[in-house]
């Protein structure tokens, strides 16, 4: 059976397309790249989302889906997955996350305080003990090793460990920018298709539209904006703290994550997903 897409549909996705392929041509990606990409994110799309009442999905059907031809479907499912640090620079950033969620482990100024190193009588959190509260496969030195080679802690010679708060704004790493530019794309646009197709109940997708402004009247409101968002992240994150730590203690391992932007998106976290530390 034929669909009809509307032409609002197709205008909606060329016009998204428009900045992706900027972003290709400033970092040397042609069409032909892009398309190889396309057709991989086609096939496992189609493969793990697209089956008939739970059979395993056939090459043929994939080719009829997603019009790749099937030589190609068999060659990039045979393809072995490529290695990526996802799962490193998620745990670093929900170790920060903790850390900021943590009241005990702010001062008055919601500033983050030093922690020791080790589990100590005078102090209730530790950095080893907050890292296993994160993850149980990764050892603590060795996160702490890679935070300190990355510039966001600092272990003083009274054995205390500092969150250092200029590496809380986004760092100059490509790889770092990369990793956390795919999470947000991915899971916005994710919210807005859930909505777009009907999914019940709707994910918040909300913004704020005006013209007709004036290149001063844009600063001001964009600090307003940015101290607003700060706001609103802070009250998310303390919140998700404190729901993990709770199921932390209770031994539990709950399967979902969450996205909270301008938009509020949740999904079961994969199997090669950071299940600890993704929300």
Known sequence: MLINTPDS????????????????????????????????????????????????????????????????????????????TNRQQGLIANLIAQWLGTPELLNEDGEPKPMPRNPTPNYPTSFISLVETLTNDIHPRALMDECINRGII?????????????????????????????????????????NLNGGQPPFLDRFVWHEGLTEADVKVIAAAARKAAMNALKQVNNQAVHYKQQHYNDGARPEFKIHFGTFFYSSRSLPNDTDDSNG
Not at 183 to 191: C, E, K, L, R, V
Request: with cysteine; charged share 25%.
């Open 154 to 194: 600092k272990l003083t010679d009274d054995g205390m460990v500092h969150l250092i708060v200029e590496s809380l704004v986004p760092a100059d790493d490509l790889d770092e920018k990369a990793h956390f530019f795919a999470q947000n794309i991915h899971d916005n646009i994710s919210a807005a298709e859930h």
């Open 9 to 84: 549909i197709i205008s909606a996705i060329e016009h998204c397309l428009k900045p992706i392929a900027r972003l290709c041509i400033h970092f040397g990606i042609d069409h032909r790249n892009l398309s190889e990409m396309l057709k991989a994110a086609f096939v496992s799309v189609a493969k793990q989302e697209f089956q008939v009442n739970g059979k395993s999905q056939t090459d043929s059907r994939i080719a009829l889906l997603t019009g790749v031809h099937r030589k190609d479907v068999r060659r990039l499912l045979g393809r072995v997955p490529e290695k990526t």
